[in-house]
């Protein structure tokens, strides 16, 4: 903000103002440092952080609630969750077996958060409390070692399909095809698994800004939280067994989705951006009262 003010006082821009505008990929906590009441504009996900923000003084005509932006694959896909499994011919095009109960397992990019005792986890249980009606995903992202610790012990896990999958860019479609996913509290796969419907067990967090995320899935009722490899497999387990309260989790996770926020939060920079002549400059008397 700063540099921007010194450049429209030099006339060095192209434009005599340039707006200036926030977007918040946090959930439901946020660091202070995301809000400022200078910014034209700042976009949040939620309605706790638009109380947040209004807390720490941005005016509520500066800010826009739209959701999390998320990957084009999910954009407008609340038309797909309406009939949230996929077909027989998309379940066998991602080598799953189609009729089956489907827990997909997220490991990030990284393939991080002790996703081998939860893949085992959730086979056994599945394995022994459904046998040969389950099947787990597990997605190990760039992890190549848990790739292959996890195929080289797939069989052992009794009667339940086990896929195991490195980097994809493919999770819309997973997650299409699955009854629940379990991941760290991250809040772009919260938002995507939202968008797709999808009951979330969340396995860990990052001290801080992934905290508050817990409380976002509990608190609106599409899912849970359990640190324990035995508890997710447990719990995830008896989600599968239960068809009503998956389609009702469903429906919540769908209730709190965004899956046109990418493109409101695009139209509204555009949109401030073609305004920018009618906006004060940044140190005008106008601009500092509008920030107060």
């Given at each position: 903000?700063?540099?921007?003010?010194?450049?429209?006082?030099?006339?060095?821009?192209?434009?005599?103002?340039?707006?200036?505008?926030?977007?918040?990929?946090?959930?439901?906590?946020?660091?202070?440092?995301?809000?400022?009441?200078?910014?034209?504009?700042?976009?949040?996900?939620?309605?706790?952080?638009?109380n947040?923000?209004?807390?720490?003084?941005?005016?509520a005509?500066?800010?826009?609630?739209?959701?999390?932006?998320?990957?084009?694959?999910?954009?407008?896909?609340?038309?797909?969750?309406?009939h949230?499994?996929?077909?027989?011919?998309e379940?066998?095009?991602?080598?799953?077996?189609?009729?089956?109960?489907?827990v997909?397992v997220?490991?990030?990019g990284?393939?991080?958060?002790?996703?081998?005792?939860?893949?085992?986890?959730?086979a056994?249980?599945?394995?022994?409390?459904?046998?040969?009606?389950?099947?787990?995903?597990?997605?190990?992202?760039?992890?190549?070692?848990?790739?292959?610790?996890?195929?080289?012990?797939?069989?052992?896990?009794?009667e339940?399909?086990?896929?195991?999958?490195?980097?994809t860019?493919?999770?819309?479609?997973?997650?299409?095809?699955?009854?629940?996913?379990?991941?760290?509290?991250?809040?772009?796969?919260?938002?995507?698994?939202?968008?797709?419907?999808?009951?979330?067990?969340?396995?860990?967090?990052?001290?801080?800004?992934?905290?508050g995320?817990?409380?976002?899935?509990?608190?609106?009722?599409?899912?849970?939280?359990?640190?324990?490899?035995?508890?997710?497999?447990?719990?995830?387990?008896?989600?599968?067994?239960?068809?009503?309260?998956?389609?009702?989790m469903?429906?919540?996770?769908?209730?709190?989705?965004?899956?046109?926020?990418?493109?409101?939060?695009?139209?509204?920079?555009?949109?401030?951006?073609?305004?920018?002549?009618?906006?004060?400059?940044?140190?005008?008397?106008?601009?500092?009262?509008?920030?107060?």
């Amino acid at each position: 903000l700063r540099v921007l003010r010194r450049m429209e006082r030099q006339r060095v821009l192209s434009r005599p103002r340039v707006p200036f505008c926030t977007v918040v990929t946090d959930l439901a906590t946020a660091h202070p440092a995301w809000f400022h009441s200078r910014v034209d504009a700042t976009f949040v996900p939620s309605d706790r952080l638009f109380n947040h923000a209004r807390r720490r003084g941005i005016p509520a005509e500066r800010l826009r609630l739209h959701g999390l932006p998320t990957r084009k694959a999910f954009w407008r896909g609340e038309r797909d969750a309406k009939h949230r499994k996929a077909s027989e011919a998309e379940t066998k095009a991602l080598n799953l077996k189609p009729g089956k109960s489907t827990v997909l397992v997220i490991g990030g990019g990284d393939g991080a958060g002790g996703i081998y005792n939860i893949v085992e986890a959730c086979a056994k249980q599945l394995a022994t409390e459904c046998p040969g009606q389950g099947q787990v995903v597990a997605l190990c992202g760039k992890n190549g070692a848990l790739v292959s610790k996890l195929e080289a012990a797939r069989g052992a896990w009794g009667e339940v399909h086990v896929e195991v999958r490195g980097f994809t860019n493919k999770v819309s479609e997973y997650m299409h095809a699955a009854d629940c996913v379990v991941t760290k509290a991250g809040p772009g796969t919260i938002a995507e698994a939202a968008i797709r419907g999808l009951p979330t067990m969340l396995s860990s967090y990052l001290p801080g800004q992934e905290y508050g995320n817990i409380a976002f899935v509990v608190d609106n009722g599409f899912g849970g939280y359990n640190c324990s490899p035995k508890g997710i497999a447990e719990t995830v387990c008896s989600w599968c067994k239960d068809e009503a309260l998956l389609e009702s989790m469903s429906e919540r996770a769908l209730a709190v989705a965004h899956s046109d926020a990418t493109l409101k939060i695009a139209e509204d920079v555009l949109l401030l951006a073609d305004a920018s002549k009618d906006l004060p400059l940044r140190g005008s008397k106008e601009q500092r009262s509008q920030g107060a």
